[in-house]
């Protein structure tokens, strides 16, 4: 039996690439804390050889193996735990970023545990969802009362963690991979529109109940009400139009850095708007950076690698005869998918930026190890798969 090396090989291109701009992109960031001129770029070589060895070590173990199962239930639970003491570890051994404490410091590398507890959720809904949906056609009330328990627990889990880490990407994404692996399980168009609809309802009530948050989504509506009020009636449309507005400085740097690349691009090392006019160009940023320094081009040929690599998950989910490896599978590609999204979308000023980083590509140690321990257990998982 042997791994997809497809997968594997799109896996370690992207990995490359992201170490290749840790390098690039971090010129200003160096200079300001007066860093080595390498710091950002070894961390990062580091992260990626290790999660690279990672994938490895994991399709090389068997599926149907106990010891497999228990690897990812202990990242689960030790997740877990370390999500629920992190508020109140003391500052030399949590880091804080945007008020709150989000990464457990262990010597020289931090760790972000939320990061690994996706991926334990993923494998989790996996395994339960098999044992609790099927494919029968059920009453949507029956169907509520299934996914009921999951609500709950996913609403104390979830919520604590929005409120301790002041984290709204990260919990946004856990309620969609709730609601998606369901649908993927079995669960009715029904309940996945009104899970939808839930959800849509608990975030509207989140934005406007901080002041601060009301303000983003307005700037955001503001500077792409002009595309969208002339289809709509006039009573509407001047019911909803924000007259007073400032675009966020990010954003309007991060625009003007996909301009300046243009097609082409800079140059690789050669961009302008990563010199302190662009914060967090290494990380929430990181494709602004890249558009400025290769182009439009380069954007568009980055983004196909990570779309078949995409594709190729999906390609193995769905050639999955365990129901539980097809929903794991799926769960890991929509991961993906859903975090390059909001990261794309929330650059471009489309959609409210949440500061949710690309997987493989941004800098960061916990993203890369927790995204190739989820792609390690597809490639573990693509062994039984005839492609």
Partial sequence: MVA??????????????????????????????????????IRQLFFGISGILIMFFLSKLNPDNINSHKIILTILIFSFLAIIILPFLPTSLATESGGAKRWIRLGPVSISPVEFFKIGLIYFLAWSYTRRINDEKKAIKHEILILLPYCIVATLVIGYIYITQNDLGQSVISFFLILALAFFAGASKRLFAFGILIVMMIGIAVIFSNQRRIQRIANWWGNIQDAFLPLLPDWIASAIRVSENSEPYQISHSLNA??????????????????????????????????????????????????????????????????????FCSGIALLLLFSFFMNAFGVISLTPLKGVAVPLLSYGGSSMWAICVGLGYVLMISKKVKL
């Fill in 4 to 41: 997809d090396k497809k997968l594997f090989y799109l896996s370690c291109v992207l990995i490359t690439i992201g170490v290749v701009f840790s390098y690039s992109l971090t010129t200003f960031t160096i200079l300001y804390f007066d860093y080595n001129e390498f710091h950002f770029f």
């Fill in 258 to 327: 996909i301009a300046h690349g243009g097609m082409f691009g800079e140059g690789l090392g050669l961009g302008i708007f990563k010199l302190g006019f662009l914060s967090e160009v290494h990380t929430d940023f990181v494709l602004s950076g890249i558009t400025e320094e290769i182009g439009l081009f380069g954007l568009a040929f980055i983004c196909f690698l990570y779309l078949w690599m995409i594709l190729r998950i999906f390609r193995i989910a769905g050639r999955c005869e365990k129901k539980e490896h097809f929903i």
